[in-house]
């Protein structure tokens, strides 16, 4: 079992930054891919971005360029910067993490963008 914790959501201010942080722990052999979903109020939740243990990054079209995913393998942790927030940034995110074929996920920490 892989137990996910997250931390860094919050209010945050048009135009402005956040940082979320995940980190993993308990029976953990080799991640095979990190990254961040988000549900927002009434929609569905969907791939905000991923890192594979190889460093490739994956980014929706809606976050490209404002949000950057970055992970520390040795540590079993995962980042996500976010710059430029946009109102439409409010959601609730999820750490998620694909681990010897299984999936785990974090509770999720909520962020939410004053205009």
């Known amino acids: 079992q892989v137990q996910l914790v997250e931390s860094g959501g919050g209010l945050g201010q048009a135009g402005g930054s956040l940082r979320l942080s995940c980190a993993a722990s308990g029976s953990i052999f080799s991640i095979n891919v990190m990254g961040w979903y988000r549900q927002a109020p009434g929609k569905q939740r969907e791939l905000v971005a991923r890192i594979s243990s190889g460093g490739s990054t994956a980014y929706a079209d809606s976050v490209k360029g404002r949000f950057t995913i970055s992970s520390d393998v040795a540590k079993h942790t995962v980042s996500l910067q976010i710059n430029s927030l946009k109102p439409e940034d409010t959601a609730v995110y999820y750490c998620?993490?694909?681990?010897?074929?299984?999936?785990?996920w974090g509770k999720g920490t909520l962020v939410t963008v004053s205009s």
């Open positions: 998620n993490v694909v681990e010897k074929g299984m999936e785990y």
